[in-house]
């Protein structure tokens, strides 16, 4: 699937765009191919999450491109498991992975993925995924690594390690510029992020391996960093591509599966997402799933309002939303 990108078209979704590109998305003849970015999307999140993450990475897309022209192309791994709705989805849609180099891609953006193993080079995915990174170094003048991806793609470059937190990095953090890059042009500091993981990088074992970093939170930790390699490498351990309810899916996601049994303890609120009240009211709540323990609780959830946000702040919610 190609989606093409200009700031005179607003595209709500890539299953919306059209196949063929307008006459106006066209190349005009006396253009180099420099006037259009090919970018590949390498889409790993779970079925529940693969429409939204396309539309969140294309809205990103979109408004960053400016005046210039954008093709989005998108793809899987093969080994990433998808139930038999989602391929139908995918068909037409997503390009086989191995035509990644047939495309000629200037760019690729490799998301993260639902872990089902206890290291990464357990995961199922593994070798296709690293296979991903050792293309993208050699045949990308940049590439975007998120979450899991960015953990995965740092283990396979220079054997650092993820360590694994007490207790999940989940919330909307404010991430503070640390270094005078380019890439942080026109980026006010501190940027509220969302972060969502169980698993963190060391700040010292990345700037030990060349890596630079860019933005941190002092509650989250590394946020953005990068490494130049024959492709500009960079690295988002947050989400900036969330949209306002993707923390509240995967929280009262996570309250089913502990009510299912399917997890050990009751997940903790987002840091910094919902208002005090609602706090208030989840606290009353989570006393009572953990003394009943029952999947009916889920539909009972108290009404959730999120906290304010700043004027001009980039992370934009609505005020209001019930479960």
């Given at each position: 699937m190609t989606v093409p990108l200009d700031k005179h078209r607003r595209i709500v979704s890539p299953a919306l765009a059209p196949t063929q590109p307008r006459e106006a998305d066209r190349l005009d003849p006396g253009k180099t191919s420099d006037a259009v970015l090919r970018i590949g999307l390498v889409n790993n999140m779970p079925d529940t999450a693969l429409q939204a993450t396309e539309r969140q990475f294309t809205r990103l897309l979109q408004a960053a491109a400016g005046d210039r022209r954008i093709h989005l192309h998108c793809f899987s791994l093969?080994?990433?498991?998808?139930?038999?709705?989602?391929?139908?989805?995918?068909?037409?849609?997503?390009?086989?992975?191995?035509?990644?180099?047939?495309?000629?891609?200037?760019?690729?953006?490799?998301?993260?993925?639902?872990?089902?193993?206890?290291?990464?080079?357990?995961?199922?995915?593994?070798?296709d995924l690293?296979?991903?990174?050792?293309?993208?170094?050699?045949?990308?003048?940049?590439?975007?690594?998120?979450?899991?991806?960015?953990?995965?793609?740092?283990?396979?470059?220079?054997?650092?390690?993820?360590?694994?937190?007490?207790?999940?990095?989940?919330?909307?953090?404010?991430c503070h510029k640390v270094a005078d890059d380019w890439l942080m042009k026109d980026i006010r500091s501190p940027l509220k992020v969302a972060h969502s993981r169980v698993n963190a990088l060391r700040k010292a074992d990345l700037a030990d391996h060349g890596y630079q970093l860019l933005t941190e939170a002092p509650d989250a930790g590394v946020d953005i960093f990068a490494k130049r390699l024959r492709s500009h490498f960079v690295f988002f351990q947050g989400h900036p591509e969330y949209e306002a309810l993707s923390l509240q899916r995967e929280y009262l996601r996570d309250i089913t599966r502990y009510l299912a049994r399917q997890r050990e303890l009751f997940p903790e609120a987002p840091v910094g997402y919902f208002d005090p009240a609602t706090e208030s009211r989840l606290s009353t709540y989570r006393k009572r799933a953990c003394a009943e323990r029952q999947i009916p609780l889920s539909v009972e959830l108290p009404r959730i309002r999120f906290a304010p946000v700043p004027n001009g702040s980039p992370w934009l919610r609505p005020t209001t939303r019930p479960c």
């Open positions: 093969p080994s990433v498991a998808r139930s038999a709705q989602a391929k139908a989805l995918m068909a037409g849609r997503y390009t086989d992975i191995a035509d990644l180099g047939r495309l000629k891609l200037d760019g690729l953006i490799v998301t993260g993925a639902e872990p089902v193993a206890a290291t990464l080079p357990e995961e199922p995915f593994w070798k690293t296979d991903v990174i050792d293309w993208a170094e050699g045949n990308t003048r940049s590439a975007i690594w998120s979450c899991l991806a960015a953990h995965a793609a740092v283990l396979h470059l220079d054997g650092i390690e993820r360590q694994p937190l007490e207790l999940k990095c989940s919330g909307v953090y404010d």
